[in-house]
């Protein structure tokens, strides 16, 4: 298996009226996120404890809701806040 990202419930829902350079942001972080949790979780396949609890992340003054799932090797995006528009 290899360690990707997706949003959820889907693409759609979650970035639905989201900027576009927020966006880009957001899915930049997203690939770190899953180079950071391949090398932490070396065969996530594996992995025999309790699921990772939902982390917050700030992105280019907004916000990412998203959580680990070590043995889907996945990185789950489930909510956006983008920063306020001046």
Known sequence: MTWSWEYLPNE???TAGTPTDFLAAVEQRAAELVRAAEALYLDGT?????G???RYLDVAGGLVA???VPRLELV???QLTPPPTP
């Open 76 to 78: 789950v995006v489930c």
């Open 52 to 54: 990772e609890p939902m």
């Open 66 to 68: 998203y959580y680990i």
């Open 12 to 14: 759609q829902h979650v």
């Open 46 to 50: 594996s992995y025999q404890g309790s």
